[in-house]
Protein backbone atom coordinates (compact mmCIF):
# COMPACT_ATOMS: atom_id res chain seq x y z
CA UNK A 1 0.00 0.00 0.00
CA UNK A 2 1.22 3.66 -0.81
CA UNK A 3 2.70 5.64 1.77
CA UNK A 4 3.63 2.51 4.26
CA UNK A 5 7.11 2.99 3.94
CA UNK A 6 7.55 4.77 7.13
CA UNK A 7 4.69 4.37 10.03
CA UNK A 8 4.19 7.02 12.66
CA UNK A 9 3.07 5.26 15.76
CA UNK A 10 2.57 5.88 19.63
CA UNK A 11 5.20 3.80 21.16
CA UNK A 12 3.69 1.14 23.72
CA UNK A 13 6.17 2.35 26.42
CA UNK A 14 6.62 5.81 26.31
CA UNK A 15 3.93 6.90 24.35
CA UNK A 16 5.93 9.33 22.35
CA UNK A 17 6.27 9.19 18.51
CA UNK A 18 8.08 6.27 17.49
CA UNK A 19 8.70 5.24 13.86
CA UNK A 20 8.07 1.33 11.92
CA UNK A 21 10.47 1.49 8.90
CA UNK A 22 9.03 -0.98 6.58
CA UNK A 23 11.90 -2.56 4.61
CA UNK A 24 13.07 -6.10 4.44
CA UNK A 25 12.25 -6.69 7.54
CA UNK A 26 9.66 -4.59 9.61
CA UNK A 27 10.83 -2.88 12.73
CA UNK A 28 9.67 -0.58 15.22
CA UNK A 29 11.84 1.64 16.87
CA UNK A 30 11.35 4.77 19.57
CA UNK A 31 14.11 7.67 19.69
CA UNK A 32 12.38 8.41 22.92
CA UNK A 33 13.12 5.23 25.41
CA UNK A 34 15.09 3.43 22.68
CA UNK A 35 11.92 0.55 22.78
CA UNK A 36 12.88 -1.65 19.42
CA UNK A 37 10.65 -4.37 18.26
CA UNK A 38 10.36 -6.89 14.89
CA UNK A 39 7.66 -7.76 13.37
CA UNK A 40 8.24 -11.50 13.24
CA UNK A 41 4.06 -12.43 11.90
CA UNK A 42 3.72 -14.17 8.60
CA UNK A 43 1.31 -11.32 6.25
CA UNK A 44 -0.21 -8.13 7.83
CA UNK A 45 -3.71 -7.27 8.56
CA UNK A 46 -4.12 -4.45 6.04
CA UNK A 47 -7.36 -2.77 7.61
CA UNK A 48 -7.63 0.52 6.96
CA UNK A 49 -7.96 2.85 10.14
CA UNK A 50 -6.07 4.28 12.59
CA UNK A 51 -3.76 1.60 13.72
CA UNK A 52 -0.51 0.28 11.99
CA UNK A 53 -1.24 -3.27 10.27
CA UNK A 54 1.92 -4.84 11.97
CA UNK A 55 1.75 -4.58 15.63
CA UNK A 56 -1.85 -2.77 16.17
CA UNK A 57 -0.38 0.37 17.66
CA UNK A 58 -2.06 3.72 17.48
CA UNK A 59 -1.04 5.94 14.72
CA UNK A 60 0.86 8.85 15.75
CA UNK A 61 -1.08 10.94 13.47
CA UNK A 62 -4.82 10.87 13.84
CA UNK A 63 -7.21 13.44 14.87
CA UNK A 64 -11.19 13.82 15.22
CA UNK A 65 -12.81 15.33 11.78
CA UNK A 66 -15.81 15.87 10.43
CA UNK A 67 -17.19 13.32 12.90
CA UNK A 68 -14.50 10.43 11.46
CA UNK A 69 -10.87 9.65 12.40
CA UNK A 70 -8.18 11.99 10.03
CA UNK A 71 -5.11 9.48 9.75
CA UNK A 72 -2.00 9.68 7.86
CA UNK A 73 0.53 7.00 7.73
CA UNK A 74 3.65 9.54 7.48
CA UNK A 75 4.17 13.69 6.81
CA UNK A 76 4.66 12.10 3.09
CA UNK A 77 1.33 10.82 3.37
CA UNK A 78 -0.54 14.20 5.14
CA UNK A 79 1.15 16.38 2.27
CA UNK A 80 -0.60 14.29 0.04
CA UNK A 81 -3.69 14.60 1.46
CA UNK A 82 -3.12 18.15 1.81
CA UNK A 83 -2.28 18.52 -1.87
CA UNK A 84 -5.36 16.92 -3.05
CA UNK A 85 -7.89 18.75 -0.54
CA UNK A 86 -6.06 22.18 -1.25
CA UNK A 87 -6.63 21.46 -5.26
CA UNK A 88 -9.79 22.76 -6.58
CA UNK A 89 -12.25 19.28 -6.30
CA UNK A 90 -14.62 20.07 -8.89
CA UNK A 91 -11.78 19.34 -11.74
CA UNK A 92 -11.88 15.64 -11.39
CA UNK A 93 -11.68 14.59 -14.95
CA UNK A 94 -8.42 12.43 -15.63
CA UNK A 95 -5.28 13.26 -13.98
CA UNK A 96 -6.36 13.23 -10.77
CA UNK A 97 -8.46 9.73 -10.35
CA UNK A 98 -6.61 7.49 -9.29
CA UNK A 99 -5.34 10.15 -6.26
CA UNK A 100 -9.16 10.52 -5.53
CA UNK A 101 -9.84 7.12 -5.18
CA UNK A 102 -7.45 6.72 -2.37
CA UNK A 103 -9.30 9.14 0.08
CA UNK A 104 -12.32 8.22 1.76
CA UNK A 105 -15.26 10.43 0.39
CA UNK A 106 -15.73 12.88 3.26
CA UNK A 107 -12.29 13.67 2.73
CA UNK A 108 -12.92 14.83 -0.51
CA UNK A 109 -16.52 16.35 0.31
CA UNK A 110 -16.47 20.41 -0.57
CA UNK A 111 -18.58 21.14 2.85
CA UNK A 112 -15.57 19.26 4.91
CA UNK A 113 -12.87 21.25 3.01
CA UNK A 114 -11.95 23.90 5.50
CA UNK A 115 -12.32 21.38 8.49
CA UNK A 116 -9.66 18.77 6.63
CA UNK A 117 -7.34 21.12 5.99
CA UNK A 118 -7.20 22.35 9.58
CA UNK A 119 -6.70 18.79 10.66
CA UNK A 120 -3.96 18.37 7.99
CA UNK A 121 -2.34 21.29 9.47
CA UNK A 122 -2.90 20.19 13.10
CA UNK A 123 -1.14 17.19 12.52
CA UNK A 124 1.79 18.57 10.67
CA UNK A 125 2.59 20.84 13.70
CA UNK A 126 2.27 18.00 16.00
CA UNK A 127 4.64 16.03 14.34
CA UNK A 128 7.31 18.84 14.02
CA UNK A 129 6.80 20.01 17.70
CA UNK A 130 7.75 16.00 18.40
ZN1 LIG B 1 9.29 5.07 23.47
Not at 22 to 36: D, F, I, Q, T
Not at 105 to 117: A, E, G
Request: net charge neutral; proline share 3%; aromatic share 10%.
Amino acid sequence: MAFMHQILVRCPRCEQCADIIVHEEVRLSCLACGYVRMYSDQGIRVERGAYDPFFRLPLYLQTNCCGHILWAYNQEHLAYMRQYVEADIRTSDGANRSMESRLPKWMKQKHNRDDVLRAIMLLELAYEKG
